[in-house]
């Protein structure tokens, strides 16, 4: 073995702005609020956090801005840097308050953002059958069409037919019954089959587990939140979409004016101000 060679990754560039170098040590400590995949990708984070703070500390500096740090209402106090970057961004970066007009028209472009999902109670009888064999997809398609003939004939063999055949053990022991469900408590197959089932209905549902056999016993219908009662989620909405652009365009033109050394702010369209 060639001991000569290393087998350690080669040391992150030396940061700096505008001759200002961040210490590898500030960016260590700073990796823990940037969680990622990789290593690599949240030391890269946590460099460009502390590139935008410098930024603006470097600028709070420049326009001279000098405030009292603000206690919250728990007893935390800001320290003097985060107080003059708070005062920079509220001084420099203006965005406008989103008006009724502009709330009402988000509303109806998202109007399913708004809406309670449908809840179901539902009962169900699986024949099991990997997806990837046709045989068997075949064959239970073929018991649960059969089960089915017989719990039309008579729905009270329903929980028998399930405590009996169903493969999901944990409603089979309950008569096939599922509880109170909701939209995307259960696979999209199976989901798109309930959505369209009326109380009383039986019907045969495929899932990429095998044939169900289903029964819907209630369902209640979502309802849509009025306008009135979300006119300030929206409005609070909005505002912090229109603030995070302007701030990110406003750090975009600092970091064009100075000399960055060592990382590109351009791989993150939302620095972060810690």
Known sequence: MDCSVSNALPKPKAISVNGVTIPREAIAQEVQNHPADKPIQAWQAAARALVVRELLLQEAVRLGIETEPLVDPDGRRETAEEAAMRVLIEREVKTPEPDEAACRRFYEQNLQRFRTGDLYEAAHILIAAP?????????????????????????????????????????????????????????????????????????????????HVVRMDRRAEGQTLPFELAKERISGYLAASVEHRALAQYISILAGRAEIMGISLAATDTPLVQ
């Open 131 to 211: 997806r990837d064999d046709q045989a068997a997809r075949t064959a239970a398609r073929t018991s649960a069409e059969a089960i089915l003939a017989t719990v039309k004939a008579d729905p009270h063999t329903f929980a028998d037919m399930a405590s009996n055949h169903s493969a999901c053990s944990t409603s089979a022991a309950d008569g096939g019954r599922l509880g109170q469900v909701s939209r995307g408590q259960t696979v999209a197959e199976f989901d798109a089959v309930l959505a369209r089932m009326q109380p009383g209905e039986m019907t045969i549902a495929e899932t990429r587990y095998g044939c």
